[in-house]
């Protein structure tokens, strides 16, 4: 599906993340007519040479890089000399698109405030739950007022982030829910390979005991160490936690690393770091467990561990509600509960039949309403109507 229009799109990030995957999803549907502007270096642009979707990195300033959704007054207003430099490099790279699509909520505040400068609709895909667990209330604020001043259209990635959306405030018209798309047929592609599936399962697990996986980028409200201590309880498993810290945020992984030898479980649990084959370390699992400790907007890992057949275990919180139907498709669990987890990975154990009949509701579930043909088809129709 392609469109006559020139697409800009815009993110913070230089290492990808649910939403700079669907943001080459789309850059891959609508063809040379969509670039990408990323505010960092990082992994994310060897994924776009790999689909040879053009770019361009213009490098944040610091102040803007090290802030976070949870900063207070001070440090917003330190961030407005270099977030209107930043501003000044939208407009002018805007000059040669029809539509700007933002990514991020640093891309979006960037965006609004070169509006005037560049004159080009915006479309705010908002990816994240704007809530008080994820952002003080003048961040929130000041979402808000920009997105009814400066946004053509936005789109929130579950019915948790509209309702926490309204919530807060945020407006109604022009407001669509669309899943995030997950490319079905690649990951069926990759389960093909199952002697490289195989291989993951013996290196990780050399044993041959059932594999557990937590997968995503490794932060505090992620759960990891929810995990671990969920691993410890039960016996007769390994774990691998897979993903990277980034955000200035090597403490906590450092901290999951001390957890591991206090509780005893060094010889069986792994730390992979950044991965490319998410889907084949999924399938090579026995149980991938999703343990965010406050609510999800969506949930991606969830909805790709489904695709690959993996038995999911979920917190009950956020996006993740709309994707486990708890008992049928998964299991959920209340968040940050480390024996609620550990009896629901006991469970799966217990009961490989029950498991694997799960697993396969969970893939055509995952399949039937959370596939990439569906994220780019509504997404187009809202970029070819401005």
Known sequence: MTTMKKVLFITHAGNPGGAEYKMISLCRAIGKTAEAMLFQHGHLETLLQ???????????PSRITNFHKENGLVKILKMVPPTLSMAGEVAREARHYDIVVCMSQKSFIIASLAKPLMKKPIVWFMNDLLSPEHFNKILILLLVVLSRITASHIVLNSQASYDAWIKSGGRRKNVNIIYSGIDGGKIDSDLRDKEEI???KKAFSPDGKPLVGIFGRITSWKGQDVFLEAVAKVAGINAMIVGDCFFGEDKYLESLKDAVKSLGIESRVTFTGHRD???????????AAHCSTAPEPFGR??????????????????????IVIDGETGQLTP???VQA????????????EWAAQMAKKAKARAKELFSEDALIEKSMKIIDNL
């Open 301 to 322: 890992v969830i909805v790709e561990a489904m695709m690959c057949g993996t038995p999911v275990i979920a917190a009950n919180a956020g996006g993740a509600r709309e």
């Open 341 to 352: 987890l550990a009896e629901a990975m006991q469970k799966y154990l217990d009961r490989p």
């Open 50 to 60: 790999e689909e040879n979707i053009g770019f361009s990195v213009h490098p944040m």
């Open 277 to 287: 084959d998410i889907e084949k370390l999924m399938a090579a699992c026995d149980i």
């Open 198 to 200: 195989n291989r993951h």
């Open 335 to 337: 968040p940050g509960e």
